[in-house]
């Protein structure tokens, strides 16, 4: 599978360009600058939700091509603008109107911020002739978003609104992607104005080298072919830079083995020899054993996050560190790097397979890895009665779609099952809240993905808690008619706090039940989309065949084993070598 | 909770063929595995646990070169609570480029941590140069001090010790201006606690590398008011096509 849909070819944009000169209506407001600078960077689809500060940009986008999906809440049409942008590769586009648009949004953005995904927002605002004055729907958008931007825009003036749209775009996309926000008062988008936005382009303050210094790079080829246990951490980042290809070959070529971080799931094929899987907190014993014992960490845009870390004092305590980061940032931020190679990963994996001039013999350590496969394999018990395990619903799952089938995911057990149990062989098909661990990603951004890739399967895995919080995005899968199959696991509990309360908080499980959760295949059925359930495998199976031959929305309720937990598990803050297999070894 | 599904739960082939009983997941463990000796500090450095050493704060002077546009400051200030840098004094002011101001911080951290003050700052879209100037820089502090007005020869000969200004002087208060270096500052400051000081105001420090080292690496001399020709700028200019 390519690493993105086929991107349309510089040729196939400048003829779009031509030919839409003739036919495009011309500007003549800020608002319509705007949507053109939304079009000149290629945008075709949007998701959004209307109101009175951002009805000007509406109004121009009734002219305009954009596919528009009304969401139900201005969370999920930033949810799903990021899943839009995992899955294509391209900066995906929410809008919202200013005050309580706008701070809906804010969720979504915070979480595009926290997995680096490339997200323009577009927030109507009172006109600035009002701002200050506590008017009617204001809010200090751009106030509340600073800290969960890239950068945020203040657009005043109506003949530069197109150019710092596209601007924003452009900044979403560069190097270390993540959200930007524009807030457009609406006296700059109903203000005259003829003026064409030129293409879209990043500012020059922003702009992060490609290639790194050869120095480091020559240093970084030293210490790998030195090392006797070195070990590749794939991060998001490898995804994002579209260097799953270059990364892949250059583990292959120098027989490293490979551990992932929870977005980069799908970078390296979960069946391939090399592959340990993903490390962390509910990462497989053999990825963590991997990263506890490797004496070089070459981490390829990775950011360190505790829970992959788990107590930074005991990660990977003999490794030297090599890290590859586009953003400079990132270095020596968590984890100290002893070889800082900035760059772009695709550029950097390049330039390192170059220098390396022998690979490290590293045969012993590799069966040591294989010994770790066998010892800790992901397993869980099934007794033959009911209630169902959630993780032979994923199994199920995963066996019964294609390859390339996108998952995405709330918050939770179920989402850690999602992750252990699917074999992941391709990029961008995990879509999954990591940084910000937002419950209700699920749903919005399986109407993303579909969106972003019409003709793959695209399954949510999703916990009723999670499913329940942004369920109303129901009724756009429906309208839209968008084949997707949102597969609860209902433990009738919001698991994962139940599992911390049992281990952590001696079984107190204090608003953990949600015993009053809805029926869901009833509800889904209330939203016109396919309503199944499921308490036996027998069920289940049937339950499977059927939503997915739907087509069109439909929702399995699989009630599953309710005591279910997730091993194996790092205590929070604790040594990822300590993993505990079941709860009387945390 | 997975040993209570596991006392009657039958023997179960997983997809991966490993059979096990027991409750939770197989291996051995937590305790049974081998561990490694080493360690990082909370920096995430590596150690020897025999010389393990806190790592030790330190004060810097970070100069930005920043577009003067509205929000800047909300900007940096905003970086600095999100993550907790411990700034001392921040002073901003316009450049002689249009456009351009410079922001001076004075900021306490570890080594790791002024390198992330560095970094982070660089990141956000107004900042155009991120410098960390030397020991040697050129730092100065205004302070406004207002004290208790009974003995004013006394404090007009320490006004004058300290080369300062007296600004306003009335029968119950004196207000004096005192400007140099942090070290200045602080004995000047100690110096006036004697009258009761009632009123104190401090700019924090501002500072520029000294000679003809940029404050902010690659930094150019202003166009608008530069003299023409100064040998300044020519050094500058040939500096900036090695760069
Ligand atoms: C918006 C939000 N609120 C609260 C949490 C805290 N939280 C993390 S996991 C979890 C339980 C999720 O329950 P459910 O979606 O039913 O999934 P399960 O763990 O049962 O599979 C909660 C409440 C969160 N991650 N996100």
Same mark, same amino acid.
């Not at chain 1, 003829?194 to 240093?219: C, H």
């Not at chain 1, 506890?292 to 560190?321: I, K, N, W």
């Not at chain 1, 590859?324 to 397979?353: C, F, M, R, W």
């Not at chain 2, 009974?150 to 300062?164: F, L, N, R, S």
């Given at each position: 599978?390519?690493?993105?849909?086929?991107?349309?070819?510089?040729?196939?944009?400048?003829?779009?360009?031509?030919?839409?000169?003739?036919?495009?209506?011309?500007?003549?407001?800020?608002?319509?600058?705007?949507?053109?600078?939304?079009?000149?960077?290629?945008?075709?689809?949007?998701?959004?939700?209307?109101?009175?500060?951002?009805?000007?940009?509406?109004?121009?986008?009734?002219?305009?091509?954009?596919?528009?999906?009304?969401?139900?809440?201005?969370?999920?049409?930033?949810?799903?603008?990021?899943?839009?942008?995992?899955?294509?590769?391209?900066?995906?586009?929410?809008?919202?109107?200013?005050?309580?648009?706008?701070?809906?949004?804010?969720?979504?953005?915070?979480?595009?911020?926290?997995?680096?995904?490339?997200?323009?927002?577009?927030?109507?605002?009172?006109?600035?002739?009002?701002?200050?004055?506590?008017?009617?729907?204001?809010?200090?958008?751009?106030?509340?978003?600073?800290?969960?931007?890239?950068?945020?825009?203040?657009?005043?003036?109506?003949?530069?609104?197109?150019?710092?749209?596209?601007?924003?775009?452009?900044?979403?996309?560069?190097?270390?992607?993540?959200?930007?926000?524009?807030?457009?008062?609406?006296?700059?988008?109903?203000?005259?104005?003829?003026?064409?936005?030129?293409?879209?382009?990043?500012?020059?303050?922003?702009?992060?080298?490609?290639?790194?210094?050869?120095?480091?790079?020559?240093?970084?080829?030293?210490?790998?072919?030195?090392?006797?246990?070195?070990?590749?951490?794939?991060?998001?980042?490898?995804?994002?830079?579209?260097?799953?290809?270059?990364?892949?070959?250059?583990?292959?070529?120098?027989?490293?083995?490979?551990?992932?971080?929870?977005?980069?799931?799908?970078?390296?094929?979960?069946?391939?020899?090399?592959?340990?899987?993903?490390?962390?907190?509910?990462?497989?014993?053999?990825?963590?054993?991997?990263?506890?014992?490797?004496?070089?960490?070459?981490?390829?845009?990775?950011?360190?996050?505790?829970?992959?870390?788990?107590?930074?004092?005991?990660?990977?305590?003999?490794?030297?560190?090599?890290?590859?980061?586009?953003?400079?940032?990132?270095?020596?931020?968590?984890?100290?790097?002893?070889?800082?190679?900035?760059?772009?990963?695709?550029?950097?994996?390049?330039?390192?397979?170059?220098?390396?001039?022998?690979?490290?013999?590293?045969?012993?350590?590799?069966?040591?890895?294989?010994?770790?496969?066998?010892?800790?394999?992901?397993?869980?018990?099934?007794?033959?009665?009911?209630?169902?395990?959630?993780?032979?619903?994923?199994?199920?799952?995963?066996?019964?779609?294609?390859?390339?089938?996108?998952?995405?995911?709330?918050?939770?057990?179920?989402?850690?099952?999602?992750?252990?149990?699917?074999?992941?062989?391709?990029?961008?098909?995990?879509?999954?809240?990591?940084?910000?661990?937002?419950?209700?990603?699920?749903?919005?951004?399986?109407?993303?993905?579909?969106?972003?890739?019409?003709?793959?399967?695209?399954?949510?895995?999703?916990?009723?808690?999670?499913?329940?919080?942004?369920?109303?995005?129901?009724?756009?899968?429906?309208?839209?008619?968008?084949?997707?199959?949102?597969?609860?696991?209902?433990?009738?509990?919001?698991?994962?706090?139940?599992?911390?309360?049992?281990?952590?908080?001696?079984?107190?499980?204090?608003?953990?039940?949600?015993?009053?959760?809805?029926?869901?295949?009833?509800?889904?059925?209330?939203?016109?989309?396919?309503?199944?359930?499921?308490?036996?495998?027998?069920?289940?199976?049937?339950?499977?065949?059927?939503?997915?031959?739907?087509?069109?929305?439909?929702?399995?309720?699989?009630?599953?084993?309710?005591?279910?937990?997730?091993?194996?598990?790092?205590?929070?803050?604790?040594?990822?070598?300590?993993?505990?297999?079941?709860?009387?070894?945390? | 909770?997975?040993?209570?599904?596991?006392?009657?739960?039958?023997?179960?082939?997983?997809?991966?063929?490993?059979?096990?009983?027991?409750?939770?997941?197989?291996?051995?463990?937590?305790?049974?595995?081998?561990?490694?000796?080493?360690?990082?500090?909370?920096?995430?450095?590596?150690?020897?646990?025999?010389?393990?050493?806190?790592?030790?704060?330190?004060?810097?002077?970070?100069?930005?070169?920043?577009?003067?546009?509205?929000?800047?400051?909300?900007?940096?200030?905003?970086?600095?609570?999100?993550?907790?840098?411990?700034?001392?004094? #921040?002073? +901003?002011?316009?450049?002689?480029? $249009?456009?351009?101001?410079? @922001? /001076?911080?004075?900021? %306490?951290?570890?080594?790791?941590?002024?390198?992330?003050?560095?970094?982070?700052?660089?990141?956000?879209?107004?900042?155009?140069?991120?410098?960390?100037?030397?020991?040697?820089?050129?730092?100065?502090?205004?302070?406004? #001090?207002? +004290?208790?007005?009974?003995?004013? $020869?006394?404090?007009?000969? @320490? /006004?004058?010790?300290? %080369?300062?200004?007296?600004?306003?002087?009335?029968?119950?208060?004196?207000?004096?201006?005192?400007?140099?270096?942090?070290?200045?500052?602080?004995?000047?400051?100690?110096?006036?606690?004697?009258?009761?000081?009632?009123?104190?105001?401090?700019?924090?420090?501002?500072?520029?590398?000294?000679?003809?080292?940029?404050?902010?690496?690659?930094?150019?001399?202003?166009?608008?008011?530069?003299?023409?020709?100064?040998?300044?700028?020519?050094?500058?200019?040939?500096?900036?096509?090695?760069?």
């Amino acid at each position: 599978m390519s690493e993105q849909q086929p991107a349309p070819t510089e040729d196939d944009r400048a003829d779009a360009d031509q030919t839409a000169d003739s036919t495009r209506t011309p500007v003549t407001t800020g608002a319509s600058s705007a949507v053109r600078a939304l079009e000149n960077a290629g945008v075709e689809t949007a998701f959004g939700v209307q109101g009175g500060a951002i009805m000007p940009i509406y109004d121009a986008l009734y002219d305009s091509d954009i596919h528009h999906v009304t969401m139900a809440h201005e969370q999920g049409a930033a949810h799903a603008a990021d899943a839009y942008s995992v899955v294509r590769g391209e900066p995906g586009v929410c809008l919202a109107t200013s005050g309580p648009g706008a701070t809906n949004l804010v969720t979504g953005i915070a979480d595009a911020d926290m997995d680096s995904d490339a997200v323009l927002a577009l927030t109507g605002q009172v006109p600035s002739t009002m701002v200050g004055s506590d008017a009617f729907q204001e809010t200090d958008t751009t106030g509340v978003t600073a800290p969960i931007t890239k950068h945020n825009y203040f657009a005043s003036d109506p003949d530069t609104v197109g150019d710092t749209v596209g601007e924003a775009f452009a900044l979403a996309a560069e190097g270390r992607p993540g959200p930007t926000l524009v807030d457009l008062p609406k006296d700059t988008t109903m203000a005259e104005t003829d003026r064409e936005p030129g293409p879209a382009k990043a500012p020059e303050t922003t702009t992060p080298p490609t290639e790194a210094d050869e120095e480091s790079v020559e240093a970084a080829a030293r210490a790998i072919e030195r090392a006797e246990k070195p070990l590749l951490l794939f991060g998001g980042g490898v995804v994002k830079a579209n260097a799953t290809e270059k990364a892949r070959a250059f583990a292959i070529d120098n027989g490293i083995p490979v551990v992932t971080t929870m977005p980069a799931i799908g970078s390296m094929p979960e069946d391939h020899e090399l592959c340990l899987s993903w490390a962390g907190m509910h990462g497989t014993g053999y990825a963590n054993m991997a990263v506890t014992h490797c004496d070089l960490l070459v981490a390829v845009g990775c950011r360190f996050d505790d829970r992959l870390t788990g107590g930074v004092d005991t990660f990977a305590p003999e490794a030297e560190v090599v890290h590859v980061d586009v953003d400079e940032a990132e270095i020596s931020k968590n984890v100290h790097a002893d070889y800082p190679v900035v760059g772009d990963a695709k550029a950097v994996l390049d330039q390192l397979t170059e220098e390396i001039e022998q690979s490290p013999g590293v045969r012993e350590w590799r069966q040591q890895c294989q010994t770790w496969k066998e010892e800790y394999p992901l397993a869980y018990k099934t007794p033959e009665d009911e209630p169902l395990k959630p993780q032979f619903v994923v199994e199920a799952l995963d066996e019964a779609t294609p390859d390339d089938t996108i998952v995405t995911t709330g918050v939770g057990q179920h989402q850690m099952w999602a992750a252990q149990f699917w074999t992941f062989t391709n990029p961008r098909t995990w879509v999954s809240s990591h940084g910000l661990g937002t419950m209700g990603y699920g749903l919005p951004a399986a109407i993303g993905a579909k969106l972003a890739a019409p003709d793959r399967d695209v399954v949510c895995v999703d916990g009723d808690g999670s499913f329940l919080m942004t369920i109303q995005e129901l009724s756009v899968a429906v309208r839209e008619d968008l084949d997707i199959t949102v597969a609860v696991l209902n433990n009738e509990y919001i698991g994962m706090v139940r599992q911390w309360q049992d281990a952590f908080f001696e079984g107190r499980r204090m608003a953990a039940e949600y015993d009053w959760c809805p029926d869901f295949a009833k509800l889904a059925e209330a939203f016109g989309a396919r309503g199944f359930s499921a308490e036996n495998y027998d069920e289940a199976a049937d339950a499977i065949e059927n939503a997915l031959a739907y087509d069109g929305p439909s929702v399995v309720d699989f009630r599953i084993h309710p005591a279910e937990n997730v091993y194996p598990m790092v205590a929070s803050g604790g040594a990822n070598g300590k993993f505990a297999l079941s709860e009387d070894q945390l | 909770m997975s040993g209570e599904d596991s006392t009657d739960a039958p023997e179960f082939e997983t997809e991966s063929g490993y059979e096990f009983d027991g409750p939770g997941m197989p291996g051995p463990a937590p305790d049974e595995r081998p561990h490694p000796e080493g360690r990082r500090n909370t920096h995430g450095v590596r150690i020897d646990p025999e010389v393990e050493a806190k790592p030790r704060q330190r004060t810097a002077v970070v100069s930005a070169l920043v577009e003067h546009e509205p929000g800047v400051l909300s900007r940096v200030s905003g970086l600095f609570s999100r993550r907790q840098f411990n700034i001392e004094s #921040l002073t +901003v002011g316009k450049t002689t480029v $249009d456009g351009h101001a410079r @922001i /001076t911080l004075v900021v %306490e951290e570890t080594d790791a941590g002024i390198d992330q003050v560095k970094k982070q700052l660089g990141k956000l879209k107004p900042v155009i140069q991120v410098g960390e100037l030397d020991d040697d820089a050129v730092r100065a502090e205004l302070v406004l #001090l207002k +004290v208790r007005g009974d003995e004013p $020869d006394k404090v007009h000969a @320490i /006004t004058q010790m300290y %080369e300062g200004q007296t600004l306003d002087a009335g029968p119950r208060t004196i207000t004096v201006q005192i400007t140099g270096d942090q070290q200045k500052i602080d004995d000047a400051v100690d110096a006036f606690r004697q009258f009761g000081i009632i009123e104190i105001a401090r700019t924090g420090q501002t500072a520029l590398a000294r000679g003809d080292t940029p404050t902010t690496p690659g930094e150019e001399p202003g166009h608008s008011t530069e003299p023409k020709g100064s040998t300044y700028r020519d050094e500058t200019d040939a500096d900036d096509e090695t760069n």
